[in-house]
């Protein structure tokens, strides 16, 4: 893991990688549990008799359970020491490139895109995550996360 002291500290890092996380295994449980939370049991992602005959041989990861592991590949990745607060501002940008099926492991690479002062010595920063299929050509997942931090 990656630690920097301060915010400003990732002014001077736009795009550049700040980051990357630990390998991280996709599990029926999770898929399971993630369908309850939401309720998205389609049976593409939690029914394996029915998903071994269909288009990827296995159940796979719902796109939006990749995307909601962006907290803790982020806190894998790396951390800035001297922060009070960070809030979710939102997304710019998701693309759900290829599926994850079960079983798979995913990592996290977190590049800075953009860094911009906020009142109350804080930063808006935005990031590109991009979530590697290990083994695959393509990621799972490239999304652009907007985070707000404050010191």
Same mark, same amino acid.
């Given at each position: 893991?990656?630690? *920097? ?42 029914? %394996?008799?029915?998903?071994?005959? &269909? ?11 990749? $995307?909601?592991? $962006? %907290? %803790? ?7 800035? @020491?001297?922060?009070?607060? &960070?809030?979710? *501002? ?12 079960? &079983? =798979? @492991?995913?990592? &996290? ?17 935005? *990031? ?8 695959? =050509?393509? %990621? ?7 985070? @707000?931090?404050?010191?």
């Amino acid at each position: 893991m990656k630690s *920097y002291e301060t915010i400003a500290e990732l002014q001077g890092l736009v795009g550049q990688v700040v980051g990357t996380s630990d390998w991280l295994t996709i599990d029926q449980k999770r898929i399971d549990t993630f369908a309850e939370a939401t309720g998205d049991s389609q049976w593409i992602h939690v029914d %394996p008799e029915r998903a071994a005959k &269909g288009p990827f041989g296995t159940t796979i990861a719902h796109g939006f359970l990749t $995307l909601s592991l $962006l %907290p %803790p590949l982020m806190t894998d990745a790396f951390e800035i @020491r001297n922060v009070k607060m &960070g809030l979710n *501002y939102g997304l710019n940008k998701v693309r759900f490139v290829q599926p994850v099926p079960v &079983g =798979s @492991r995913l990592r &996290g690479h977190f590049k800075v895109l953009a860094w911009e002062p906020l009142e109350g010595n804080g930063a808006q920063i935005t *990031y590109e995550m991009t979530v590697e299929v290990e083994g695959a =050509s393509k %990621p799972a997942c490239v999304a652009e996360t907007i985070l @707000r931090v404050f010191a």
